[in-house]
């Protein structure tokens, strides 16, 4: 059947696609329907089509699902951060269960449902982000606005309180537009490549209450007229006499970035105000935070992720460990605590010095740390030094584990793998690998680190067959 742009059609939605769009059928022909939630019978406008599948964009809702709420968010729809808004909390995990259990047995092979925990959910699944990175642009108006991209364009929506981001935000945003404004400090234009401040990057130590706030500005600090009135303000946001933990912006800085990119963050960093990191911790293990840090978004749930992932490695003392794909070292120390010792190896050499100054802070010694990829450092070690290895904890980026790694691992014969994965297809395809090469899967657990998204965590502890 033809189906021409703009006709329109009624879908009942069946499912969640990966970018989080309703999935719907009509005559045997997909249906992609953003904002529409499983158990919809919408009204949509045909927009593009493809052979089998098609894009509509959803008009109204004719039978709305039992788990469509209103989303709290006035700009969730436009903002396309949070895919899910529009469905209950229950749901969602419910959802995301399934996806990954259909995961492990299509791309898998693996029926490991009843070996699964509960999920970890949270209690309030709001306000969880400590790091929120705002582009600051012009609205119809001329007003200087901040806010997040509209899904997939660099149309500013305006946006004052994210509800999943810090409530001090909206604060620290409110007055950097003040000042902009009476200082006349431009907003950055991508199209001309004028103009000053284009990003402004807010992070929180939960457990510390320490803020940081960098700038990333198009040229040198010295044009930022007035910046000395700038820190003075947004260090007086805060009440600085309350108990330990009361929000405090313990350090302001500019990251120069005058490249016409993406690419948010600059090469260059000037401190204004404060030490340049912040302090937060995670459990029992402290953690420099610097502007460029990789740190986990939802310290609440990292802290549970990580206490499950050390309770599946079984580590009691005298064991030896592996930690691939181990940022700035935040699992690697979590380990190092309850073993002989932790190898941890990381990609970007920025993270292993904070990997290693981490380690100091907390006066952890049994860790080593390698800058390098994990497929390749791991064989090379394994070959000049090939000592007995009873844990191997992995947490690879979307894309999974590179092949020579997953090999060396089943050469190297740990008596447990910890997989920690943010990419469900994945993790099938690379556990279906270890378990054609001697490992079962003898527990899992999921992890709601990003509630309101379409994405899930997941730790999965793996044992040597006795054969
Ligand atoms: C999902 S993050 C995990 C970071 C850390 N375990 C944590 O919880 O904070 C994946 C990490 O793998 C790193 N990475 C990506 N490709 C890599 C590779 N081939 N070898 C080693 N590290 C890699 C990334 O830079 C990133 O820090």
Redesign the pocket.
Known sequence: MLWEKGTKIQVKIEDISDTGEGIGKTDGFTWFVKDAVIGDLVEAKVMKTKKSYGFARLEQVLEPSPHRVLPPCPVARSCGGCQLQAMDYEEQARFKENKVFNNLLRIGGIDCKELFEPMIKMDNPWHYRNKAQFPVGKNKEGKIITGFYAGRTHTIIECEDCLIGVPENARILNCIRTYMEEYGILPYDEETNTGMVRHILIRKGFQTGQIMVCLVINGPTEQMRGSEVLVKRLTALFDKTGPENTPQLTTIACSINQEKTNVIMGKELVNLYGPGVIIDWIGPVQYRISPLS???VNPVQ?QRL?ETALEYAELTGTETVW??????G??TLFLARKAKKVYG????PQ?IEDACANAKLNGIENVEFFT????E?LPEQFESNPVPVDVIVV???RKGC?AR?LETIIAMEPKRIVY?S?DSATLARDLKVLGEHGYEVARGRMVDMFPWSIHIECVVGMQRKHI
């Open positions: 990789f740190y986990q990292t990580y930690d691939l794909y181990c940022g700035i935040t699992i190896v990381e990609i970007i993270a390098g990829k994990a497929e450092v947490d690879p980026p590179d790694c920690i943010c």
